[in-house]
């Protein structure tokens, strides 16, 4: 008997008719019972855990896409429909985190994400922490057939056998981790051109072990015929993963077909960033040394002191970026 994903009432928090959906697909999954988490995740090509948090009210990502996938499933499935929500996005609302920006290295990380999903090859992506490759990793994410895992140094094999299956949304199971394993190969082979994206891989690896990271080649390569995965992977983190990989993991190396090094926001890429700001030259100095510096700058820091910046504005109610207004949102910064 399949598994099901456990699932609580959805958040209160929820705004509007995506509340609304969300109650009418746990009422059809969990109190009716008509239909499967991982039967609706099938056919909105969305992992069940990401249809499980936007049920629960838990998921973390942009959720317009996923309710506009549920919503026509809802719609076919039982011949009605949620009234759609006219909510602006939470950015225009003046809430959420940053918007999007398109840099090279955004680019970079996200063309690395779709040829290797393409084409089912093996990339890598590394970065300074700030650069923003979490980030662009997330967004790629959102799209169908993606699999998205944040590793940490306290991850056991078990354990990332268990997150790759969730992400599947392949039903729980117990058994030893070469059962486990031989579910995700047989899944893969049978469903083709999924991507996994393993990010902050660095912690992963060891200096007593990388028999984690040399089972992601073996995902690679235990789903190919005719010399052809029916999978990609893509592995990011700091920058000393590459040495890594290719000091410790030559059959590892040797797989990678893309890459991606981040180089960090040029000059350009920071004024066009702050353009649609009023911001003076004396601050504009000091908000570009914050993002380009090599040593300590980053995008991360950027926007951290923008958001700063922000509060700033609406609680003194000026409208242009000067060295006071920088002083003062710096002041509430551990820089």
């Known amino acids: 008997m399949e598994a099901m994903a456990r699932v ?12 609304e959906l969300a109650a009418a697909l746990f009422d059809l999954t969990q109190v009716q019972k008509a239909v499967t988490i991982q039967q609706i995740s099938q056919e909105v090509s969305y992992s ?12 973390k990502g942009d959720e317009k896409e996923v309710e506009r996938k549920l919503r026509q499933w809802y719609a076919r499935y039982t011949g009605t429909e949620v009234e759609e929500s006219g909510e602006a996005p939470a950015e225009q609302r003046g809430g959420g985190g940053p918007q999007f920006y398109a840099s090279r290295d955004a680019k970079a990380v996200l063309g690395v994400c779709q040829s290797c999903q393409e084409y089912r090859e093996m990339g890598i992506v590394t970065g300074r922490s700030g650069y923003g490759k979490t980030y662009a990793l997330r967004r790629y994410a959102k799209s169908a057939k993606v699999v998205y ?11 990332l056998l268990k997150e790759i299956g969730e992400g599947l949304g392949l039903p729980s199971r ?8 031989t579910a995700i190969i047989d ?25 984690k990271m040399d089972l992601l080649r073996t995902f690679h390569d235990k789903t190919a015929e005719d010399g052809y995965s029916s999978c990609g992977i893509v592995v990011a983190g700091e920058p000393g993963l590459e040495t890594q990989i290719k000091t410790y993991l030559d059959r590892f190396a040797n797989r990678i077909i893309f890459r991606a090094k981040l180089e960090g926001l040029s000059e350009a890429e920071v004024e066009d960033y702050l353009s649609d700001r009023q911001v003076e030259p004396g601050a504009l100095a000091e908000l570009k040394a914050r993002a380009l510096n090599k040593r300590t700058g980053c995008f991360r820091l950027l926007d951290r002191t923008l958001r700063n910046v ?11 970026v000067s060295v006071k207004v920088l002083e003062q949102a710096s002041a509430m910064m551990m820089l």
């Open 187 to 211: 899944f893969l082979k049978a469903n083709p051109g999924w991507l996994l994206i393993l990010d902050e891989a660095d912690k992963l690896m060891s200096r007593y072990t990388y028999s």
């Open 8 to 19: 609580e009432r959805p958040a209160a928090e929820q705004s509007g008719s995506r509340k």
């Open 174 to 181: 117990s058994g030893t981790n070469h059962d486990r394993k």
């Open 149 to 159: 895992i944040e590793c940490d140094t306290t991850m056991s094999t078990r354990d």
């Open 310 to 320: 922000r509060r700033v504005l609406e609680s003194s109610g000026e409208t242009s």
């Open 48 to 59: 069940r855990s990401t249809i499980s948090k936007f049920i629960s009210g838990m998921y």
